[in-house]
């Protein structure tokens, strides 16, 4: 709660009807970070992200700070962005590669020489 009242707000209040819909979206993404699946769904629906890399590199930056770059979450986000979007398969899927291209494309600039 604390976690969610200090990143959106007064905004937050719309998480309670994403949980009350799903409650294992109150779940962490990862156990050592305080961001939730629930997260992931209100970017698409409030803050009309389009791409798994907006979310995964901007929304919830794992890119930046999660232990494999988000890779471990990607396919739970890309089904749960697919479901909310509407993506079909094959976008689902084209989203999901066009994030691990950018993981490593991030992960060749910080490779040490």
Not at 23 to 40: C, G, H, K, Q
Not at 54 to 82: C, F, H, K, M, Y
Request: overall charge negative; hydrophobic content about 40%; proline content about 4%.
């Amino acid at each position: 709660a604390v976690h969610l009242a200090s990143v959106y707000g007064t905004r937050a209040e719309s998480f309670a009807e994403i949980l009350e819909e799903d409650r294992t979206l109150a779940e962490p993404m990862e156990d050592d970070l305080p961001y939730i699946w629930a997260e992931v769904v209100f970017s698409a629906s409030h803050d009309r992200v389009r791409t798994v890399d907006d979310v995964l590199s901007r929304r919830i930056p794992l890119l930046l700070v999660g232990a494999d770059q988000g890779l471990d979450v990607l396919d739970r986000t890309a089904e749960l962005l697919a479901k909310e979007l509407g993506w079909d398969d094959e976008t689902r899927a084209t989203m999901a590669e066009q994030y691990r291209d950018t993981v490593a494309a991030s992960r060749r600039f910080h490779k040490p020489s």
